[in-house]
């Protein structure tokens, strides 16, 4: 019980930095140095989120919690799956094949097969939770096939797919703080509506970040020739 707590804590305790340099990458000018200074220790603070979350799955497992250890289990495989394209979108923004290559579709396939089996899982337990969150691997992978075609067109593309990969990464981000943080700031509120607060409000902030951004930043730019359109930056 020790070694939980101590684990639980480690993993609160990255998920403060994750959340606070999210919130903070945001606000700073987007491609400056500072910006890519504080992404990179966010992405640092996900691989400890990600990386102590795996043994409290394993743990939940040993206590006999079969259903929550495999949405946890789905939860830090989509999670790392935006870490991972949030990072290849930057390096690889001038190398759209190499991005989405083999190893993209392989990732992506794998979270729409889990998917798949969350929201099965879903339909079987009754759970609305486990069928819209499982719906996100099959979105996942309908949206990596457009964007794959809109990108032949699209000389910012990867700016396309590190934001959004990013907006993935900020509701896992803010699910962790609202679950715990909405349960021990209003102990009276109803266990079951905090809980729909907690995983539901994230998800469409998520989808109105998702349609300001695109109508910001991912419209193809209309540089007048191909050279130009190369030297395209990030909106400052």
């Not at 079969?66 to 690889?92: D, K, Q, S, Y």
């Not at 067109?153 to 396309?160: A, D, G």
Request: aromatic fraction near 12%.
């Amino acid at each position: 019980m020790e070694t939980y707590r101590y684990i639980v804590y480690l993993h609160i305790a990255f998920g403060v930095v994750a959340l606070t340099t999210f919130w903070t990458a945001a606000f700073l000018r987007k491609g400056s140095p500072r910006h890519r200074s504080v992404g990179k220790i966010y992405l640092l603070a996900m691989i400890g989120v990600l990386g102590s979350g795996v043994p409290l799955v394993v743990m939940m497992m040993g206590q006999g919690k079969p259903v929550t250890a495999l949405f946890l289990t789905f939860l830090l495989l989509i999670t790392g799956n935006a870490c991972w394209f949030a990072w290849r979108a930057v390096r690889f923004k001038t190398q759209r094949a190499r991005y989405f290559d083999a190893t993209f579709w392989s990732m992506a396939s794998i979270v729409l097969v889990a998917g798949l089996g969350i929201v099965s899982l879903g339909l079987q337990i009754d759970s609305i939770l486990l069928q819209v969150f499982g719906m996100l691997g099959v979105v996942g992978f309908i949206d990596a096939v457009m964007s794959q075609r809109r990108s032949v067109s699209n000389p910012r593309w990867w700016l396309k797919e590190h934001y959004s990969a990013m907006i993935g990464n900020g509701v896992a981000t803010h699910i962790a703080f609202f679950s715990v943080g909405l349960r021990n700031a209003f102990p009276g509120v109803d266990p079951g509506l905090a809980q729909s607060l907690a995983w539901f409000t994230p998800l469409l902030g998520a989808v109105v970040a998702g349609i300001w951004l695109s109508r910001r930043y991912g419209r193809p730019s209309t540089a007048p020739s191909g050279k130009a359109s190369l030297q395209v930056h990030p909106a400052r």
